[in-house]
């Protein structure tokens, strides 16, 4: 009888998670120079259909090796520090990190307490967001909405638990958590969120169809 293969392991020890670093930074170096290339190569006028649409795939190509190095990254990440500190700082701090320009619309005092790792924070809203931070994408409207606690509490998508009622919601657009018709890229991004999102101290609360996607950061000293 042949026996199944066993499941890899999840990467938990210090040198796989530097493997899998190094591994997504050679990718995204990769992916960096085959964008400036496929850039290049649009911008050469009068260009054939044919032509046209094949620089069309390859930028969908250089996409999901980009998605995949960001997966890789947050598989990589084992530890984080939250602190406690004001939301407003949290969620600028998260989104200076990404290395693109974020738009923030904030329905609720920035000033408020919670407990959270920016840095965590920051890579799995980027994940959720689809990591395709481009101009175009931003002129569509603020890409985070960060707002108070609502009518009924919030409950963890992953454990089904009751979180507290204090804290903050942060959404991620349809337009945006849609950018990515794989499947199994998108099952990467999912999983890799569910690794980040303890690290940041915050619970995903809701995903697509069902509503925008929403990750929940309790208030500090909340039981």
Request: hydrophobic share 45%; with cysteine.
């Amino acid at each position: 009888m042949t026996r199944a293969p066993a499941p890899p392991p999840l990467l938990d020890a210090p040198t796989d998670a530097a493997l899998a670093e190094a591994v997504a930074h050679e990718l995204n170096n990769i992916g960096a120079s085959l964008y400036g290339f496929v850039e290049l190569a649009a911008e050469s006028a009068p260009l054939p259909d044919s032509v046209a649409g094949c620089i069309a795939e390859m930028r969908v190509g250089v996409r999901r090796l980009q998605s995949v190095a960001r997966v890789l990254e947050a598989l990589a990440e084992t530890v984080s520090e939250p602190q406690e500190q004001e939301l407003g700082a949290c969620i600028e701090a998260a989104a200076a990190g990404l290395g693109s320009p974020v738009n923030l619309r904030w329905r609720c005092d920035p000033t408020r307490r919670v407990r959270a790792d920016s840095g965590s924070l920051g890579r799995a809203l980027s994940l959720l967001g689809g990591l395709e931070l481009t101009p175009e994408i931003i002129a569509e409207g603020a890409l985070w909405s960060i707002e108070g606690p609502g009518s009924s509490a919030p409950q963890c998508l992953d454990c089904s638990a009751s979180l507290p009622r204090r804290g903050a919601r942060i959404s991620v657009p349809h337009a945006l958590a849609g950018r990515h018709p794989d499947s199994k890229i998108r099952r990467l991004h999912r999983a890799a969120v569910s690794r980040l999102t303890p690290l940041a101290g915050a619970q995903l609360v809701s995903e697509p169809p069902d509503a925008p996607v929403q990750l929940w950061l309790s208030a500090a000293g909340v039981d």
